[in-house]
């Protein structure tokens, strides 16, 4: 309800309780109420599950409405992306958080560092999610804090136009509060496992969930080697597995991402139950590397099938797993995507070991033959050399058109020699329009980047113990950090406001009045800052 209205409520409230609650002033509780507006996590997957679902049919009516995110290791990494997007566009309209499992692997774990392998414990995911939107909600407190004092400040100058502009703000905030996409990995164990998890991660917050279709205790990266998938039932069973999550808790908006990893998969742990020929799991097993034979020489301890009456055996490795035929890879993607969504899925993912457009929109537009509204969340990954990639590219489509490219080496096109030239030009123009040209071309509804704060996490530490450490000095944190934190006008230069001691200040003048032992005087050193 608006402000006003709200402090009125609480009035009437305080009236009620003869006079007992004198001491409490009924415009603070509103402001605490509105500081709070998400009491649980519920709350938050209810409300950011309706926002996914909205920009999905806006997506579907206009495909220069994608979404995109970046993937985000700790609570203030998120808060200081969304407070960064609402500064420099006004809304956070279409823009949310990735959880990566691979952060959590390398960052988050009791264990130290580990690979993308499900290796680290599976209540930490449900715990970021929690810090996360901790550290938004946080966020949101913040800035109405900051318009509560403009109100305040505009009420003892008696500028009635200022204060009814701030009232105003208040009415029209919007939250920091946005989806996340949330990795579950392969589910950490059979489907009662990925429920219970999926359970924990919704009542955290979480409105998506992205699964993937690899054996759990053999889960791999999704951009290295040795990735071994599941038969399609056995998957299906964990997407069913979170759909029954989200309608027991009450969400059921709540967004399904299946990931296939097929194209870089060739292995699979078991051959696929089949009843009959064409069904799912003959499909599966049709793409199985087999020689066939006669029973007279089959060996000892042969696995065999009967595929349209030949027995055939399939090729199994030393470590008891299966091997698919090469070249299968996209077929088993498409037929992963349609049968996911024909099953509960809300979403795709179809990991690629390279960021091309026409290769996506080939398996897309087979996809969307079957069903035509299909959608995908694509990872605009680190794992890529997108320069490289671009640069080869643009080079092949040069060699296609008979242009001249004798001036490039195409094995060498990483080289800072080529960034002027026209080729460089031209791939750096085809990264800037990637997104809009993978939703347009190849459904793509959501881009993210799983990885970057890892990144930019390193490389910003990395420039400033360089010049810390070095000639530079203290002038090097001055100039790199803290003049640039002015200048573009960083909330965290005032780090006692943003770790929230303005807002503990305000509660202390609730609780105490005059008596207030408050943070934020004369001395405070933050008053430097303006």
């Known amino acids: 309800m608006p402000y006003t209205d709200q402090i009125r409520a609480n009035e009437q409230l305080i009236g009620t309780k003869q006079g007992r609650w004198t001491g409490i002033d009924a415009e603070s509780v509103a402001r605490m109420q509105l500081q709070n507006r998400f009491r649980t996590g519920l709350d938050i997957a209810r409300y950011t599950a309706k926002i996914m679902r909205e920009d999905m049919a806006a997506y579907d009516a206009d495909s220069s409405q994608y979404t995109q995110s970046l993937g985000c290791w700790h609570g203030f990494i998120a808060q200081q992306k969304m407070i960064s997007i609402k500064k420099h566009f006004g809304t956070t309209k279409r823009k949310y958080l990735y959880l ?78 946005v989806p996340i996409i949330a990795d579950i990995d392969a589910g950490f164990g059979n489907a009662e496992a990925t429920y219970l998890l999926a359970k924990k991660m919704i009542e955290a917050g979480a409105c998506a969930l992205q699964i993937e279709n690899q054996v759990s205790d053999e889960k791999q990266c999704g951009h290295q080697d040795g990735k071994v998938t599941v038969p399609h039932e056995d998957f299906l069973a964990k997407i069913r597995a979170c759909r029954y999550a989200f309608l027991e808790l009450g969400v059921e908006d709540g967004v399904i991402v299946t990931r296939t990893d097929s194209l870089g998969a060739g292995l699979t742990k078991q051959i696929a139950v089949s009843n009959e020929p064409g069904d799912l799991g003959d499909q599966y097993n049709s793409f199985l590397d087999c020689e066939e034979i006669d029973p007279a020489t089959a060996r000892n301890g042969d696995v065999i099938i009967n595929r349209n009456g030949k027995l055939m055996r399939p090729k199994r490795l030393p470590s008891n797993l299966f091997q698919f035929r090469e070249g299968t890879g996209e077929d088993r993607c498409v037929l992963d995507s349609i049968t996911s969504l024909q099953n509960g899925a809300d979403l795709l993912w179809i990991e690629t070991e390279k960021p091309h457009v026409e290769q996506i929109a080939g398996m897309m537009d087979r996809v969307r033959e079957v069903i035509p509204n299909a959608k995908l969340v694509y990872n605009n990954s680190p794992s890529f050399n997108w320069t490289l990639n671009f640069r080869q590219q643009v080079y092949d489509a040069m060699v296609s058109e008979g242009l001249d490219v004798s001036d490039y080496d195409r094995a060498q096109l990483m080289d800072a020699k080529y960034d002027q030239t026209e080729l460089g030009i031209a791939a750096d123009k085809r990264i800037r329009t990637f997104q809009a040209d993978g939703a347009k071309r190849a459904g793509i509804f959501h881009h993210l980047i799983t990885l970057p704060t890892y990144h930019t996490a390193a490389l910003s530490t990395d420039n400033l113990a360089k010049e810390y450490f070095g000639e530079a000095g203290m002038l090097g944190y001055v100039l790199g950090v803290q003049r640039q934190e002015l200048r573009q006008g960083i909330a965290c230069v005032k780090h006692q406001n943003m770790s929230g001691s303005d807002i503990g200040d305000a509660h202390k003048e609730y609780f105490a009045g005059e008596a207030a032992l408050k943070a934020g005087g004369v001395n405070n050193t933050m008053n430097q800052f303006g």
């Open 100 to 177: 990566s499992g691979w952060m959590v692997a390398a960052l988050r774990s009791d264990f130290g560092p580990l690979p993308d392998q499900s290796m680290h414990e599976k209540t930490s995911v449900p715990a970021l999610i929690e810090e996360l939107y901790t550290f938004l909600r946080q966020a949101d407190a913040r800035e109405l804090d900051l318009l509560f004092s403009g109100i305040d400040k505009a009420r003892a100058a008696g500028d009635s136009a200022k204060e009814q502009e701030l009232l105003a703000q208040v009415d029209n905030f919007q939250t920091h509060v």
